[in-house]
């Protein structure tokens, strides 16, 4: 049997990293860090973080995961990333 979707179950009972907390691991980890990729859940939180590294590290590279295409801020995401992993859902609507 072949199917066109998947199922993914995940459970993280761990609250999200803030722009604030990311962003000084970023300062920490300095010239060590090449590339930073980056998921589209919450867009607001991820833009402040891709940001930073734009205002710190403007030769690092950056990849964003677009899926969702009725979320808020996914545009603004792809428009700062290097490379945009988009899904098909979003490829479909756009």
């Not at 859940?41 to 710190?56: E, F, G, K, Y």
């Not at 690092?60 to 969702?68: D, G, R």
Request: aromatic share 8%.
């Amino acid at each position: 049997m072949v199917a066109d979707s998947r199922t993914i179950i995940n459970y993280n009972g761990l609250r999200e990293t803030t722009s604030e907390e990311f962003a000084s691991v970023a300062d920490e980890v300095g010239e060590e860090m090449a590339w930073c990729h980056f998921e589209g859940r919450i867009p607001d939180v991820t833009l402040a973080c891709i940001q930073h590294l734009r205002q710190r590290r403007p030769p690092i590279k950056i990849s964003v995961e677009v899926e969702k295409p009725g979320r808020e801020g996914l545009q603004e995401l792809a428009a700062l990333a290097d490379v945009v992993f988009y899904s098909k859902s979003w490829a479909q609507v756009r």
